[in-house]
């Protein structure tokens, strides 16, 4: 595995790959690397010559009370675990590198951020855009793979890549989960003892929700998962629980088409999120 943290370097290698016409699969990360990612990658290695992996914690998607500062990092760690699982390039540059200068022009998301991580994180969909385009650009991949545990992240990322007709394709890979049904997550290390044992609770009200999907009533099916979310006192701790279309983020009209769960839970110091989809391929 080659490490590389400057730009030049990059393109240097990637150039080298297109030429042999080698196939590249990209997974975007921000590091604190676990099962999930690797996930991602297992599969960017059956579908690639090539795996490029990138690591960075993007400062233009997290708001100004959020957790830049504190997210967790561990280099030598995700370099070991990167390795170990077949990246082929690690790309682990600094905020100086992504960012030299202020952007001349921006890109800013306007359709399916209204609600969710859309409404509660302002500007940061643009962020993760205006970082995947960098990140495209440079490592021009064939395919790059995303989890569904971001699933708003999927919509926002496949449309933008449509409008711009990018010669890439969007690779969504199902959620990997601890036994207990906890989506994993870098933040989990950060949930405390309780909340580690008490967090399972979203994963089993939202799979339980699936079923009720069923009856077609929306406000019903919302107030049974509060319900089933309070046998572990987390209900007070929700910061967004609502249903879409997916991946349009409108309003429930039509229940042959996909539609999402998603939830959002705040911890002391960890904001989780979680997903159901159901219906649809
Ligand atoms: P992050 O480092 O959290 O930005 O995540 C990098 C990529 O890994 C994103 O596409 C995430 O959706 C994906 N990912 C994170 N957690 C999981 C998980 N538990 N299962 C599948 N994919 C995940």
Not at 83 to 104: A, R, W
Request: hydrophobic share 40%; net charge negative; aromatic share 8%.
């Amino acid at each position: 595995m080659k490490t590389i943290r400057d730009i030049e370097t990059l393109r240097v290698v990637i150039e080298s790959y297109k030429k042999e016409r080698q196939i590249i699969g990209f997974v975007p990360t921000m590091g604190y690397l676990h099962e999930g990612h690797m996930a991602l990658v297992n599969v960017a290695n059956e579908e690639n010559d090539i795996v490029v992996m990138s690591i960075f914690v993007n400062p233009t998607q997290f708001g100004p009370n959020e957790d830049f500062e504190s997210y967790p990092r561990d280099e030598a760690r995700d370099t070991a675990l990167a390795e170990q699982n077949g990246v082929d390039i690690l790309f682990l540059p600094s905020v100086e590198t992504m960012y030299p200068e202020n952007l001349t022009a921006t890109i800013h998301a306007q359709k399916r951020v209204s609600v969710l991580d859309g409404a509660t994180r302002e500007g940061h969909f643009d962020g993760v855009l205006i970082v995947l385009a960098k990140l495209f650009h440079l490592v021009q991949p064939d395919s790059a793979y995303f989890g569904q545990k971001d699933a708003q992240q999927v919509a926002v990322v496949q449309g933008f890549v449509a409008d711009y007709f990018l010669p890439l394709t969007i690779r969504v890979i199902p959620t990997v989960r601890e036994q207990d049904g906890l989506a994993k997550s870098s933040r989990n290390v950060y949930l405390t003892e309780q909340e580690r044992e008490e967090a399972p609770v979203i994963h089993a009200a939202l799979r339980k929700a699936r079923e009720e999907v069923k009856e077609r009533d929306t406000a019903r099916v919302l107030a049974n998962i509060r319900v089933a979310m309070d046998q572990k006192k987390t209900h007070e701790k929700i910061v967004y629980l609502d249903m879409y279309q997916y991946p349009s983020f409108e309003p429930v009209e039509d229940w042959e088409k996909p539609i999402i769960i998603a939830i959002c839970v705040q911890y002391s110091k960890a904001r989780l999120i979680d997903n159901e989809i159901i219906g649809g391929a």
